[in-house]
């Protein structure tokens, strides 16, 4: 990658500077302090939702099994991001190298995608639960469960490693290498870039469309289907005892996909900085806390594990 300097000299950019929030320099051991437990509870919550699945005989059914491959999505997920956050917090010297920054986006993104795959996968297992009921134990034993959670990290990583290749060779730098983000995100480094925007954009709605339209569109696809078989309960408990199954699901997409929408769909999130920010913690930072939350919270069978396991 390469920046133009003034009277047209080239220049190799081989660092950015993370600017984060440096507009809040005051606040910063403060805002290490919450973030740092945010980041501890995000770790013991997921971890606990993952040795639950593994060690409740209760929980070993296709539904946990994905809230488990979820659960640990989460932890490397936030794990891209929290630990740099962190040591920023604490430092003026905010730089990283092309190459790490590179990494993070890659790692971003295919953590991303996958949490797309996965979800939709969430949404069709509930699917098949409430729709098709009979069928279910046939059309989602162990091995459909496995490879369709293997089909998601793969699906999300090669989408990721096709968007690097697509994207990385194209852009070119110019004025500024620091990143007004807390990482190293897409919209960031589009606004440092003076690459064609056109072919950027192209390359970026392609693989947007095909990393959140198609899991979304089965998510929704799926969820419209519950809904439709739900009301079509005769009795008030039947009705709420099928929804409960899926509500907690429910809330996490909404979550996830709420703020992905903000980010990436609405034009003015992404040229005001403070607002990018803003959103940009929900979804790196609060969602994935809120996850075991949700499903511990709302979920009956998650809290007579946890009282099992107290014991």
């Known amino acids: 990658m390469t920046s133009v300097g003034p009277g047209n000299t080239t220049i190799m950019v081989t660092e950015f500077i993370i600017l ?8 910063a051991p403060l805002l290490f302090l919450v973030f740092g437990i945010v980041y501890l ?3 013991s919550g997921n971890l606990l939702i993952m040795i639950l699945v593994s060690t409740q005989q ?3 059914t296709p539904m946990y099994f994905f809230l488990a491959n979820l659960s640990c999505l989460e932890v490397c997920y936030t794990s891209n991001i929290m ?3 962190l040591v920023d917090l604490l430092r003026e010297n905010r730089v990283i190298s092309v190459v790490g920054c590179i990494i993070q986006l890659y790692f971003f993104g295919a953590l991303g995608s996958t949490e797309c795959y996965l979800l939709a996968v969430m949404s069709y297992d509930r699917y098949l639960a409430i729709c098709r009921p009979l069928c279910y134990p046939t059309l989602m034993h162990g091995t459909i469960c496995l490879r369709l959670v293997i089909g998601s990290w793969v699906s999300g990583f090669t989408v990721a ?3 690097q290749a697509a994207m990385v060779p194209s852009l ?6 620091e990143i007004d983000h807390f990482f190293c995100d897409l919209k960031p480094l589009q606004k440092l870039s003076c690459s064609d925007p056109q072919l950027i954009n192209l390359v970026c709605m392609s693989l947007t469309a095909l990393v959140t339209l198609a899991p979304f569109g089965l998510t929704l696809a799926s969820y419209w289907k519950i809904l439709f078989t739900v009301l079509h309960i005769p009795s008030m408990t039947g009705r709420q005892k099928a929804f409960s199954t899926c509500s907690s699901h429910l809330v996490v997409v909404t979550l996830f996909y709420g703020t ?3 980010v990436y769909a609405l034009p003015f999130a ?4 403070i607002l990018n920010k803003t959103v940009s913690l929900l979804y790196t930072v609060v969602t994935p806390v809120c996850n075991p939350l949700i499903y511990s919270l709302k979920n009956k069978d998650v809290k007579e594990s946890l009282r099992k396991l107290r014991v």
């Not at 984060?20 to 606040?27: E, H």
């Not at 070119?172 to 290498?177: A, G, I, L, R, V």
């Open 20 to 27: 984060g929030f440096g507009d809040l320099r005051g606040f």
């Open 41 to 43: 509870a995000t770790i």
């Open 58 to 60: 209760g929980l070993r």
């Open 83 to 85: 630990p740099r956050l």
């Open 161 to 163: 490693a096709a968007f």
């Open 172 to 177: 070119t730098f110019c004025d500024s290498n």
């Open 260 to 262: 992905l929408i903000l």
């Open 270 to 273: 992404g040229q005001v900085p």
